[in-house]
């Protein structure tokens, strides 16, 4: 029709009622924590989309406002794909953090396990010791046994018997 005036009203009733849509929106399904603190207008329609975004400021208010973000028919696939790297992005964060904690513990562990390893070293060693001493004693005994002269065996037998 040309007409001017009937244009800029729709114009504003279009801007009313996608600000009415997007207080519902937040309203319906934005409740941080057990949702994520934004959602998506869906506009189905590209020239309807393209209208949302040629009104100067309505995008930006309905984001600040409502933390609604605006996608159309060429856009929401992409929206979607980018929320979803985000998503595991954070995810990978939360594991990593997860994974760094995990990390620590058994580094305190394994400083543990290196103090009870050097402990048992040097247990090894005394015992190492002590059994190369009595080695020595026993070479020193035999050397000593070897000065004596044997007993033949007939009065080994006679000795045994008076033990």
């Known amino acids: ?5 009937t244009a ?9 009622r996608i600000k009415a849509e997007a207080r519902s929106i937040r309203d319906k399904y934005v409740d941080p924590p057990r949702t994520t603190d934004f959602a998506i207008m869906f506009l189905p329609v590209e020239g309807l989309y393209a209208e949302v975004l040629h009104r100067p400021g309505l995008c930006d208010a309905l984001q600040r406002e409502f933390r609604v973000m605006v996608a159309g028919p060429t856009t929401l696939s992409a929206l979607l794909n980018s929320l979803q790297m985000g998503f595991r992005t954070l995810a990978i964060e939360k594991r990593s953090s997860d994974v760094w904690r995990l990390l620590g513990t058994v580094k305190t562990e394994f400083g543990r396990f290196g103090e009870i390893l050097a402990k048992t070293k040097k247990k090894l060693q005394e015992a190492s010791n002590t059994i190369e001493s009595a080695e020595v004693r026993t070479r020193v005994i035999q050397g000593k046994l070897k000065k004596v002269q044997e007993i033949p065996e007939e009065n080994t037998d006679r000795l045994m018997e008076e033990t």
Not at 1 to 5: L, S, Y
Request: a negative charge; zero cysteines.
């Open 1 to 5: 029709a040309a007409d001017k005036e």
């Open 8 to 16: 800029e009203k729709s114009a504003k009733n279009l801007e009313a």
